[in-house]
């Protein structure tokens, strides 16, 4: 596997996303497709969402310059499904749509990865004595999880960097793996992936007049390439005991997502509890827990990668150790469960009783608010330079 078939793509990717950011950023400020603030969301003043659009140029983009080194007919399929979910994400923005429209798309949408690609989830590599399961289970359970992810990645974006830096640090972790499984093609698309990912993180965070959201379009759009990763992984194709012999995908496929899925499941469960709709939005992610101690938008999604990573660490030392499959998978739900269900309600106890873990939380919030200067005021000003309003420059001028 060649540096050069995985390095020049992913370049290919990231300078595509920033030439075609500040055209996308312009069509949405003059077509006024904006996230407009309200008492449920964080931010102050309207913000353009068509952040996806540039990412999922620049995948195509480097999926493209990937077909000069190699066969690009295997990625093609989800390169298809992946711009159609992105079209569908543009439309729930603009105007919206309900939940049981793009839960059909998304279904069908999986469905035809399923037929296109031959991956699916039919290979439990030894979890509970489990190998190969035959397509009558592997079926729904695929197009089961698949929609599970997609609709959990989803839902993870509500603080700057977090949907985009979430599925950066995915990446990085799906992406060797596949490299010690000897998947090329999925080694490149997770890069192709971090090349897209990044100019828009980087906006998002730091941007002033740059910044956007990647809105449905991008959240849906990473959902597919979640949902791509782990189907490749779990597939009967795949051999984990080429690695070693106790080497969970399971585990560790469920380690890597476990943050927005452990969160999406007590999020959903707690409004079915409440008599509500489990699709109704609300103030009730992890990353909400964050925001209500005080901390920054950046400080949330540093603080929530951190925890995820903990969880995959966690899973990574059971492998190393040689726990059974079994043992790996009970640990990582145990711990995220503790996450998403015994913090966020440990958070939400002391903020109600104003204890004094409460207070000293919010010291440590209040630290994560970084000034904008120094590094961050040229970084802002170098991303703002092609989108700060015209009367701006003539004042500064």
Sequence with gaps: MSLCMIIVPALAAFIATIWFQPHVLRIAKEKNIVDNPNARKLQRVPIPMMGGVAVVFGLLVGMITFSLFGDFDDMLAVLVCMTIMMFVGMIDDIIGLSFKTRFFVEILLVSALIVSTGNQINNFHGLWGITIVPD????????????GIINAVNLIDGVDGYSSGYCVMACLYFGYVFWKLGDVHMVVLSAITIGSLLPFFFCNVFGKHSKMFIG?????????LMSTFVMNMLTATTDSTAVADNLGLIPLSLAIMSVPIFDTLRVMGSRILRGTSPFKPDKTHLHHAFIDLGFSHIGTTFSILCLNSFVVLCWFIAYKLGVSVDVQ??????????????????????????????????????????????????????LDRKSTPKEEKENVA
């Design 136 to 147: 009558w289970v592997s079926v729904p359970l695929t197009i089961f999880a698949c929609v």
């Design 329 to 382: 998978l009970y640990i990582v739900i145990a711990l995220g469960t503790i996450i998403a269900f015994v913090f966020y309600w440990f958070v939400q106890y002391n903020i109600r009783k104003n204890t004094r873990i409460f207070r000293v939380l919010k010291i440590v919030g209040r630290a994560t608010h970084l000034e904008r200067k120094g590094i961050w005021e040229v970084l802002q000003k170098w």
């Design 216 to 224: 449905d379009a991008g959240t849906l759009s990473m959902g597919i």
